[in-house]
């Protein structure tokens, strides 16, 4: 029986789009997947403020009745503005080892950007800067940060043959943590901020990180501006992920720097590990997933480091091994002994020569492709 592409459009196959890799990564030790609730809410856009500046489109492949492989595709506004260029964006993809189901995926996607007036789609990647991006090609025998992604290793085969070339790579790293913190690192941060009339913030509770909230976002837009595939992030969008975020942060592994004038200038956001508890929430926070979800942060064995951004008139001053010393007390006073980087762009070389004086494995690549029509 022939391939059916059929598009998305209730919620019922919305539920279908995101139970496939489910059913896919059955009983794969490395794949971590995400809660089901926060996917089905991207997807619709009565809950998702990034459909105020994208149009999108969602497709489901069947084979025989059963579900094989889905594909979305999203025209970006804000991001077309920014590059200048009609680029329409891939995502979501996943599919059985067919060429004749990825081929008919990739065609319906391409055929809706074409009508849309794109000419060119590049991808994977997702509404925005804080959505998933890249498409894993190195590092498939480790286990990915809630933050990174899982494919598998046949998907590169299937963007070759359909055309689609390199177009960058994000690399990330593992760090072997240091027992203690360093004495060198905490002189040469106490010096920076003595210099610039520095202060950090620690956090125990949420309660005093809310006031900061904003204040990060608004350093997270100035410092990823200029970076590939990023945007400045409108506020209602800002506010959609604070309030999907912040509830899961553990305050502890927050540090932010304040300057002269109590303004904030620069953070960093890590995050215990939840990549095994999320495995065993096995996408839902109920009955037992969200038990599985406040364990791993109350008891932390390793941590991701999620975000870093410093000001942008302040990125070449040292502050980021200001916050690493902070984040790092912590770290050992929880005797944590690696951390998990998320992508950084292969060309920015300020920010991957920061865990470069760390020991550290360059273990995980994930690659954007780009096809002109």
Known sequence: MSIQIVEVQNQNQRKAFVNLPFRLYKNNEFWVPPLKSGELELLMPEKNPAFDFCKAKFWLAYENGKAVGRIGAIVNDLSIQKQGEKIGRITRMEFIDSYEVSEKLFSVAEEWLKSEGMIGVNGPLGFSNLDHAGLLIEGHEWLPSMASDYHFAYYENHFKILAYEKEIDWLEFRISLPKETPKKAGRVAELIKKRYGLQTVNFVTKKELEPYKEKIFKVFNDAFSDLFGTFKLPEKLIRFYISKYFPILNPRYVKIILDKEDKLVGFIIALPSLSKALQKAK????????????????YPVEMDLMLTGIDH???????????????LKTANGDGLKFAETTGMLENNHVAIQIWKSFDHIQHKRK???RKMF
């Open 367 to 369: 690659r954007c492709y």
């Open 313 to 327: 008139d302040c990125q070449k001053l040292g502050f980021v091994s200001i916050l690493m010393n902070e984040l």
């Open 283 to 298: 996408g839902k926070l109920f009955p037992f997933g969200w038990w599985h979800l406040r364990k791993a942060l109350k």
